[in-house]
């Protein structure tokens, strides 16, 4: 079969053209048709640019092209795995810290991601955009809780909303008093990277208060020379930018690809930031690691690479609970001190090549 290796012109949405694409196996045609009629597909090109049609297990391919897998459901798993729901106090918040809020605004991504936690609330069909009205309520909300000091733009990518409209929101979010902060999570950059213009950017910062753009990517790959670039015209603008990366089987689980990639990360000057834990989304048990993979490859980060390149390894607590750092301890009491129940006996503290030390006590 030939396969066109040009540059697309647009995003693919059908597994019909995931095939003729050459990004499926036409044998996989049916099934792939099963997983898209529950799960949203896209592809835009320049994710299928990066995709190595000659790797049936090419880690790019296995975040964005449907798997059968997918259509297996665990008892476990859960259409609204982090527990959204049960902290929306109105349409488009989430309100589950004391300091900040999730403001969801579209439901809509430039690619769909195949371990997406929030695969059953976004995608074509989903809910679209917040209507004008659910919009002044969930400001409202956002005015009225003083507490409230950092929102974070989320959803679907609120980088594909249009410039005009994300600088009315920043400057609306900027115009109250106690939101300092505006964070916006997306994975534009690294998925549809000329969308990322100087206006786009423009429309981000808002005198009021002071913008972050956290980016998610998973593989060394992502992070082309496009990406590069996108992230600098943000970064160049005085905007940092952090890195949220999720921890999936044969995308990003063995160490080798992880240091490379809070490598990059720093080198593009986004400091990592999460290395979240698979979460229990409908059909993702195949991307999924152990908790304990995970800690292993913390522990083979800390001995390897500069801490700046450190991400905290974290675990979305199932029912909304927050998340939680989870990555390998390295300081336990003494376990002489749990014996003899006193904390004069010290600590055991383990350095980075794994060897054990006493810690003393304070005198
Ligand atoms: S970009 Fe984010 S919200 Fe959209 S599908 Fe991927 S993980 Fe989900």
């Known amino acids: 079969m030939t396969v066109p290796t040009r540059k697309l012109a647009t995003t693919l949405r059908q597994p019909a053209e995931l095939v003729a694409h050459g990004l499926a196996p036409a044998a996989a045609l049916s099934d792939l048709e099963k997983v ?7 592809v835009t090109p320049a994710v299928a640019a990066l995709i190595d049609r000659d790797d049936p297990d090419d880690p790019i391919a296995r975040q964005y092209i449907p798997s059968i897998d997918e259509l297996s459901t665990l008892p476990e798993e859960n259409a609204d795995p982090i527990g959204d729901h049960v902290h929306a106090p109105v349409e488009g918040i989430v309100h589950r810290y004391p300091d900040r809020v999730l403001f969801k605004l579209v439901h809509v991504c430039a690619v769909y991601c195949r ?6 609330m976004v995608g074509p069909g989903k809910d679209n955009a917040l209507s004008g009205e659910a919009y002044a309520a969930a400001l409202d909300y956002i005015r009225t809780h003083p507490d409230i000091w950092e929102v974070i733009l989320t ?16 400057a609306d ?10 964070r916006v999570h997306t994975r534009v950059p690294v998925a549809d990277p000329v969308r990322v213009s100087a206006e786009m950017v423009a429309a981000l910062k808002t005198p ?10 998973n593989h060394p790959r992502e992070l082309t020379a496009a ?25 990003n689980d063995d160490a080798g690809t992880l240091e490379q990639l809070m490598r990059m990360f720093v080198e593009c000057r986004i400091k990592p930031y999460y290395l979240h834990h698979g979460d229990l989304a409908p059909g993702t048990a195949h991307l999924r690691t152990t908790v304990a993979q995970g800690q292993a490859l913390m522990r083979a980060l800390r001995g390897n690479v500069s801490g700046l390149c450190q991400p905290d390894y ?7 609970f927050g998340k939680a750092p989870v990555g390998p301890e390295y300081l336990t009491r003494n376990p002489a001190a749990d014996r003899e129940a006193s904390a004069e006996l010290g600590y055991r503290v383990v350095d980075y090549c794994g060897d054990v030390h006493a810690y003393p006590p304070k005198p």
């Open 36 to 42: 898209a009629a529950r799960y949203a597909v896209a």
């Open 115 to 120: 371990f997406c936690f929030r695969r059953e």
């Open 155 to 170: 959803g679907g990518d609120p980088l594909m909303l249009s410039p005009r409209r994300l600088a009315e929101i920043t």
């Open 173 to 182: 979010l900027g115009a109250i008093d106690h939101v300092r902060i505006i």
């Open 208 to 217: 009021g208060a002071t913008t972050w753009v956290a980016l998610h990517a």
């Open 227 to 251: 990406a590069r670039a996108a992230c600098a015209l943000i970064i160049d603008a005085g905007i940092p930018m952090v890195s949220q990366s999720v921890l999936l089987t044969g995308v």
């Open 314 to 320: 974290v675990l979305d607590i199932p029912g909304g």
